[in-house]
């Protein structure tokens, strides 16, 4: 099974500035990664896709990149909209589809 | 409107069964892979049970042999029997539309059916 990874847990960044999130698998995925954001009482939205192309109509505030074991999702100009849980997911070995704990991001 | 919608989650003793529905609009199921992915309360997300291609059904290893998706074609609906539940099986239970083919992505998500096992 390929575990993922997520730090860090909570990341608190002011309004306008730009938040990293990390993704590590336990053995390659290539770039069959996945990104998805969740607020508080809402399902999961899903926002990148193959590691780095945008869901539809999705803002280019959102960009995700990396392959083999290492993932980055860099969300810049924060927004307060964007305060919420974000989860990566792997589709290369499967099954199990595995998703990692998670990254609270907060708005200071 | 492309939707999924959840039904049938309820309050269930353990050892047992329940079966979930997910009703699709706008879209047929028929030619889409369709899954379910869970979230116990205050935790992170859990892949379930996903249908694929020929028909092709997996589960996850928690899940395996006593749960079993379907689907209804004529009626748009994607199920999940959950038989012999457990404590464990309490969580919000998300059906979702995989995006396309080997891209194993989930980007249609309903909203979710709240399913609690305890006596």
């Known amino acids: 099974e390929v575990v993922l990874t997520q730090s860090p847990a909570t990341l608190s960044v002011s309004p306008g500035n730009s938040a990293t999130l990390s993704c590590t698998a336990s053995q390659s995925v290539s770039t069959k990664l996945a990104w998805y954001q969740q607020k508080p009482g809402q399902s999961p939205r899903l926002l990148i896709y193959?590691?780095?192309t945008r869901a539809s109509g999705l803002s280019v505030r959102f960009n995700g990149n990396g392959s083999g074991t290492e993932f980055t999702l860099i969300i810049s100009s924060l927004q307060s909209e964007d305060s919420a849980l974000y989860y990566c997911?792997?589709?290369?070995?499967?099954?199990?589809?595995?998703f990692g704990g998670g990254t609270k991001v907060e708005i200071k | 409107e492309v939707q999924l919608v959840e039904s049938g989650g309820r309050l269930v003793q353990p050892g047992g069964s329940l079966r979930l529905s997910c009703a699709a609009s706008?879209?047929?199921?028929?030619?889409?892979?369709m899954t379910w992915v869970r979230q116990a309360p205050g935790k992170g997300l859990e892949w379930v049970s996903l249908f694929y291609s020929g028909h092709s059904k997996y589960y996850s290893d928690s899940v395996k042999g006593r749960f079993t998706i379907s689907r209804d074609t004529s009626e748009n609906t994607l199920y999940l029997q959950m038989n012999s539940l457990r404590a464990e099986d309490t969580a919000v239970y998300y059906c979702a539309k995989v995006i396309m083919g080997a891209t194993v992505a989930f980007d249609l998500w309903g909203q979710g059916t709240m399913v609690t096992v305890s006596s």
């Open positions: 706008g879209f047929t199921i028929d030619d889409k892979y």
């Open positions: 193959d590691a780095s």
């Open positions: 997911q792997q589709y290369y070995m499967w099954p199990p589809l595995t």
